[in-house]
């Protein structure tokens, strides 16, 4: 096991990596930007060590500044968190010319799964069914009609290089078809350096499940169940819950089957999520590759009873999962809320500042996962998420009892949040039923 980490994040991720290291008896280096000398996990780590001014440019994405403190304060291995540098695979690179260990997967895996196109095709080997659509990259209007033609409108034009949303265009005949190929190219050369497309059928009002994966570097893979991430705005989610609602027994080990084939073709090793779209109909289909922990993993932590971030760390020391598939039983509903800094009442604008009170909720089945403290300035420079609050029960009409205890008892002054738009989600009775697809936030809740 490693003796020493280096946590390059900052926020709640690195409170919770720094959490897993002590309980497995790690010593830790936590790192900061000038703009976060009073983040809580410093005052925990063993070692500290000033990165650069507050852009993460010039921090957390500064690789020369990061390998400089690595090897200052002598790690064996660096954990990434999620955002920043967690799929960057040249950093895999660098870490690894450095007899650093990225607790990741391989460079090789995350420009694999990073290139869509490329994923597509992998899911294909692995006999997982994509979206149908587009066999590689599109490089032609004519081209682009004829998969069209042979799909059906409406289509989505989406980017080899994007994810999270960006770069789509959705097309409904030949004339946006066009333009949104045109669009969707300028967008995604600017964003990405790389105006390669694809092009799918589009699903309309789809649910987003994925499935969380767990594989060691001995070639094996297990899966830990789904998360429904429907509740979203503008391809942020907002929140998280596993089971998915309206999941059958059949269908659910189908995709997990499905993820953890895609896994196995990917050769790929440590935490990672295989996320689908799931149709009106019931059918699911793969979309993308998230090949690092996620913000929303503790609803797994939750059900499932595995420290996510303990055995990414032991499977990226060499060890053989200690679980099989059949170990892993999932048990109740949990809900995790994003507690952002952003005020929903004013199109979600963000409300960085101090926090003036904050009481945190607690109690039984509630855990709080947050780096904010009583006096402690939410920095506009970076994410604006400020805590997240999971509740576990029984039941998912259990978790929703607490969920709204929970909100009820919490208290954030100083900052306005996104609590009390879940506070509305949680009476609403469509969510209540279950009833969510990736429009929800918009058809209800757009101010
Ligand atoms: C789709 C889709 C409908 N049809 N693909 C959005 C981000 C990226 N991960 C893939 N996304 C979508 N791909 C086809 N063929 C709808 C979405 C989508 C979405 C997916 C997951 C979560 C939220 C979403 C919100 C809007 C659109």
Redesign the pocket.
């Known amino acids: 096991m490693f003796r020493r980490i280096l946590i390059a994040n900052r926020g709640e991720i690195a409170l919770r990596v720094m959490r897993a290291c002590k309980e497995l008896d790690i010593e830790t280096v936590a790192v900061y930007s000038d703009a976060d000398r009073d983040q809580l996990h410093l005052r925990l780590a063993d070692e500290t060590v000033c990165i650069g001014p507050a852009p993460s440019v010039d921090s957390y994405l500064n690789i020369p500044a990061l390998i400089a403190a690595a090897e200052i304060a002598d790690v064996e291995a660096v954990h990434p968190g999620y955002g920043f540098l967690s799929e960057n695979a040249h950093f895999v690179e660098v870490c690894q010319s450095c007899d650093i260990t990225f607790i990741g997967p391989s460079a090789e895996t995350i420009a694999l799964v990073g290139d869509k196109v490329a994923a597509r095709d992998l899911a294909k080997r692995a006999n997982v069914a994509g979206?149908p659509g587009s066999d590689g990259p599109v490089e032609t209007e004519a081209e682009a009609a004829e998969v069209a033609r042979a799909i059906g409108y409406p289509v989505?034009i989406k980017a080899a290089a994007g994810?999270?949303?960006r770069g789509?265009r959705v097309a409904t005949d030949d004339e946006s078809l066009v333009t949104g190929f045109h669009s969707a190219r300028a967008e995604a050369e600017t964003a990405f350096k790389n105006p390669t497309v694809y092009i799918?059928?589009?699903?309309e009002r789809?649910r987003?499940v994925e499935i969380q994966i767990l594989a060691d570097k001995h070639g094996n893979v297990v899966h830990l169940g789904e998360r429904d991430?429907s509740l979203?705005r503008r391809?942020q989610k907002l929140l998280e819950e596993s089971p998915c609602p309206v999941l059958d027994e059949a269908t659910r080990n189908a995709m997990g089957e499905a993820a953890v084939r895609l896994a196995r073709e990917a050769n790929y090793h440590s935490a990672g999520t295989v996320?689908f779209?799931l149709d009106q109909e019931g059918n699911f289909y793969f979309?993308?590759v998230n090949a690092r922990i996620q913000v929303e993993h503790p609803v797994t932590e939750e059900v499932t009873g595995v420290d996510l971030i303990q055995e990414m760390i032991r499977v990226a020391a060499g060890e053989p999962l200690r679980i099989r598939q059949e170990d892993i039983q999932p048990s109740g509903h949990a809900i995790e809320f994003r507690i952002n800094a952003e005020d929903p009442d004013h199109n979600f604008r963000p409300s960085p500042g101090r926090i003036e009170t904050l009481i945190p909720p607690a109690g039984p089945g509630v855990r709080w996962d947050s780096h904010a403290y009583q006096g402690y300035s939410v920095p506009p420079h970076y994410d604006s998420m400020v805590a997240k609050l999971i509740v576990h029960r029984a039941t998912r009409q259990e978790a929703i009892l607490a969920a709204r205890r929970a909100l009820h008892e919490m208290t954030i002054e100083g900052i306005a949040t996104t609590a009390p738009l879940f506070e509305k989600v949680l009476q609403h009775s469509d969510f209540i039923n279950g009833e969510i697809d990736?429009s929800f936030v918009e058809r209800y809740f757009a101010k």
């Open positions: 979206v989505l994810g999270g949303g789509m799918e059928k589009y699903v789809p987003h991430c979203q391809h996320e779209i979309i993308e990736t």
